[in-house]
C-alpha cells in the first residue's frame, strides 16, 4: 500500500473526476482488502504479513512493512454476531471515534452513490499526538461481494483532489491534513451466528512526529476491532423474558 505522490499543487474537482477516481480507488482498495484478509489462511501465502501478537480477547494483530510506516491488520472470530450487525458499526465516523475520543468533526461532504461518499474527519487540540489538530478526507465504499462477504473501504483522498474539495486556506482552524492510507474491514459469514472480522489500517498522521512513535501508535488502532465488537453487541434488541 502507498499514497499518491506528494504535490503543492491544488486544482478545482469536478463531480464527473471525483466520481470517476473514487470508484476506481475503491474497487483497488477493496481488491487489497480482500488479499490481506486471505493472506495466510488455507494455505494462502502471507503476502508480506508477519503476526506479532494474539490478545488475550482473541485478536491476532499482524502488521506487514510497506516502507517507512507499516501496516497493520486484526483478525477475529465472533460469535452470535453476524457480519449484517457488525457493519452498522464498521464505519469510518464510528471507528474514528474509538481512535480518539476528540473527534470534533465528521462530515458527509458528498454522496459519490448509494454505497459510496466523501467524509472529512477532524480532531481537537485534546486530542493525542497521532491526532492533535488532524484532520482527514477520505472515501467510504461499502459493498457486498458475491459469496455475501461484506467489505468496507477508507482511504483519503490525494492531496490535490482533498485541497479541491476542501482548500485549507479556507479553513477556520490550524489542522494538519493527515494521510489513511488504504484501509477498511472485511467481514465474512462463517455460520449462522458467527463471522470472521479483518480490519486493515495504515495512517500517516503528517508533520514532526517520528516513524516509529507512528508505527506503535498504528499498532493500537487496529484493536479497535474490539471496541466496535460491544458497540455491535450493545445495539442487538434485547430478548423478551421467558
Known sequence: MSGPPPSSSSWSVSEESLRRY??????????????????GRFGNASNGWKVVRHD?????ISKRDTGSLHSFRSRR??????????VKVANAIDAAKQWEGDLV???????????????RLRFGENSKP?????????????ETMQDGTLVVAVASLPKEMAEGLEPTKKKKNNS???????????LEKLDDSSCMITYVVQLDPIGWLPKCFVNRL?????????????????????????
Open 218 to 242: 498504528n499498532t493500537k488502532l487496529v484493536m479497535v476491532i474490539d471496541n466496535l465488537r460491544k458497540l455491535a453487541q450493545a445495539s442487538l434488541p434485547s430478548l423478551p423474558p421467558p
Open 105 to 119: 468533526e465528521a462530515t458527509h461532504i458528498r454522496n459519490i452513490d448509494e454505497n459510496l461518499s466523501v467524509i
Open 176 to 186: 494538519i491534513r493527515g494521510f489513511l492510507v488504504e484501509s477498511g474491514w472485511v
Open 77 to 86: 472470530i465472533l460469535t452470535s454476531i453476524s457480519p449484517d450487525q457488525f
Open 130 to 142: 497521532l491526532f492533535r489538530n488532524r484532520e482527514f478526507i477520505v472515501y467510504e465504499r461499502r
Open 22 to 39: 473514487v470508484r476506481f480507488a475503491s474497487e483497488s482498495c477493496i481488491q487489497e482488502l480482500l488479499s490481506s484478509s486471505e493472506a
Open 56 to 60: 488475550p480477547n482473541g485478536v491476532e
